[in-house]
Nanobody, 124 residues
Framework: QLQFVESGGGLVQPGGSLRLSCAASGFTTDYYAIGWFRQAPGKEREGVSCINRSGGATKYADSVKGRFTISRDNAKNTVYLQMSSLKPEDTAVYYC?????????????????WGQGTQVTVSS
């Protein structure tokens, strides 16, 4: 079974940057796309970005386009989310998960094998 561990969260001032990591273990050849999601207090979980394991196609939510960059290192079975120009509204727990179809098709549905999340707090 696939397992994901997120790391890299923390407290950052508005305008700052953080890089999150999502490390996969288990049957790592079974996943096709990795997605980053976030959930703020009192809000529903939302898709932030995703990347395909093969080919590297990516997708971003409108709210993070131009500020966040997703990348992968298949040799390390790790996906990264570089977050820049952070805003207080980016504060949330960030999760990663996988699905068996390309991330560029459809929305952010169908993901599973959720990690435990990493807290990102943007505050002065």
């Amino acid at each position: 079974q696939l397992q994901f561990v997120e790391s890299g969260g923390g407290l950052v001032q508005p305008g700052g940057s953080l890089r999150l990591s999502c490390a996969a273990s288990g049957f790592t050849t079974d996943y096709y796309a990795i997605g980053w999601f976030r959930q703020a207090p009192g809000k529903e979980r939302e898709g932030v970005s995703c990347i395909n394991r093969s080919g590297g196609a990516t997708k971003y939510a409108d709210s993070v386009k131009g500020r966040f960059t997703i990348s992968r290192d298949n040799a390390k079975n790790t996906v990264y989310l570089q977050m820049s120009s952070l805003k207080p509204e980016d504060t949330a727990v960030y999760y990663c998960a996988t699905r068996a179809v390309s991330c560029i098709y459809g929305g952010f549905g169908g993901y599973r094998y959720w990690g435990q999340g990493t807290q990102v707090t943007v505050s002065s």
